[in-house]
């Protein structure tokens, strides 16, 4: 049975300097997106908050520190954890670091977190507040394009087993959210556009305008970073990223703990998470959601829900951000191997996230192997298109 969001043009508000998107559920809280937020922190950390532990990792000290700074002088009793960059940070060896600062400090159940980075950050700071007596005040704030639109909203914390990702984690909805849009500026090249494969996700399972807004706009977002960004160029980032994070917002505000309509969110990331995993976590995630979401859409096209037209869409746009279309032919086993262990599957019922068309999507259960197999054929680096993988 397809899920039908909201239309994502519902529940943002635009101030004088920030857009407000509304988190609903049993713990509303609000993603402001904007420039230079630091002044909204303490209102999203709320009443009888006395500490404030920031993390982050080691490549965002100086932005880290800014923060620190700013909340000790608002009052705050403010510490600082410096973890691992990117998926290193994501194991339970940096959360009992952090567990450890916690407990030095004696911060109680009415202290705070507040995360400075990317989503592997929000991740697991996320995951270090829902455990410490379980459960206390976090506020993200993050600094690339795929934690702004993705890990940082919706509650998902989590770290990595040698079995695979986010295998270990809780859902502990934040209690805010601050999308600082000028941490984009010196954002490289290749973490933006691999963020935007997040944004395409959304895209194509609810809001049809943030394709449109990609296709118009492709070779200047696919050229983010190389020279100053126009006022336009901005304008359309603002935008996806409202959007993106407005589809998100009303998907799990329905639907926190992903029993239902929240898996649609997983569109790409079966297959996804497979590739991450099987490459060790050096691709950058939104390459393999990338790789994903067309396997997704052959899978999808091969089982007759969908369209040559839409399949061939999602080639188009992925490809012209330069992300990649296609993986290792010769992964395949290994690759299956490891989408039976996602949190996704259902006993050894694997399980997908796939389109009847844009904005349409659905599930698909327990497809046949030879139907499996016959679409990442139609992905594999090996395949008659001669597509290759694009290095992120």
């Not at 060896?93 to 980075?117: E, M």
Request: glycine share 10%.
């Amino acid at each position: 049975m397809s899920e039908h969001p909201p239309a994502p043009a519902d529940g943002s508000s635009s101030g004088q300097d920030a857009t407000r998107v509304r988190v609903a559920g049993d713990q509303p809280y609000d993603v402001v997106i904007g420039r230079h937020l630091l002044g909204e922190l303490p209102s999203l950390l709320g009443d009888g908050v006395r500490r404030v532990l920031v993390v982050h990792p080691a490549a965002l000290a100086s932005t880290a520190e800014v923060v620190h700074e700013d909340l000790k002088a608002s009052g705050y009793e403010a510490y600082v954890a410096e973890v691992p960059d990117a998926e290193e940070a994501k194991t339970a060896q940096v959360a009992a670091f952090c567990w450890g600062v916690l407990g030095q400090a004696d911060f109680t159940r009415t202290d705070a977190i507040v995360t400075v980075g990317g989503g592997a950050t929000t991740d697991l700071g996320g995951f270090v507040a829902a455990t410490w007596l379980r459960g206390i005040r976090v506020v993200h704030v993050p600094t690339t394009l795929l934690a702004m639109v993705d890990a940082a909203v919706g509650g998902k914390t989590g770290i990595n087993t040698a079995e695979g990702k986010n295998l270990v984690g809780s859902f502990h909805p934040p209690a805010g959210v601050l999308c600082d849009l000028a941490a984009l500026e010196s954002l490289g090249r290749w973490d933006f556009v691999a963020g935007l494969a997040e944004v395409v996700k959304t895209g194509f399972i609810a809001d049809e305008r943030i394709l449109e807004l990609v296709e118009q706009h492709a070779d200047a977002l696919r050229a983010w970073g190389t020279a100053p960004a126009s006022d336009e160029t901005w304008a359309v980032v603002a935008e996806l990223v409202e959007r993106s994070v407005a589809v998100k917002a009303r998907v799990v505000g329905e639907d926190l703990k992903e029993s239902g309509l929240r898996e649609i969110l997983n569109y790409g990331h079966t297959l996804g998470h497979a590739v991450e995993l099987t490459e060790r976590y050096q691709w950058r995630h939104g390459a393999a959601v990338s790789v994903g979401m067309v396997f997704a859409a052959e899978l999808a096209r091969l089982a007759g829900k969908l369209s040559d037209d839409v399949v061939e869409r999602h080639r188009q746009i992925l490809g012209s951000l330069g992300l990649p279309l296609t993986y290792r032919g010769d992964r395949w086993e290994r690759l299956l191997g490891a989408m039976r262990r996602d949190k996704k599957t259902r006993g050894d019922v694997l399980r997908f996230v796939v389109l009847d068309d844009v904005a349409r999507p659905t599930r698909l259960e327990g497809p046949d192997p030879t139907l499996l197999a016959a679409a990442y054929a139609e992905i594999s680096a090996d395949a008659p298109t001669g597509r290759g993988p694009v290095a992120l």
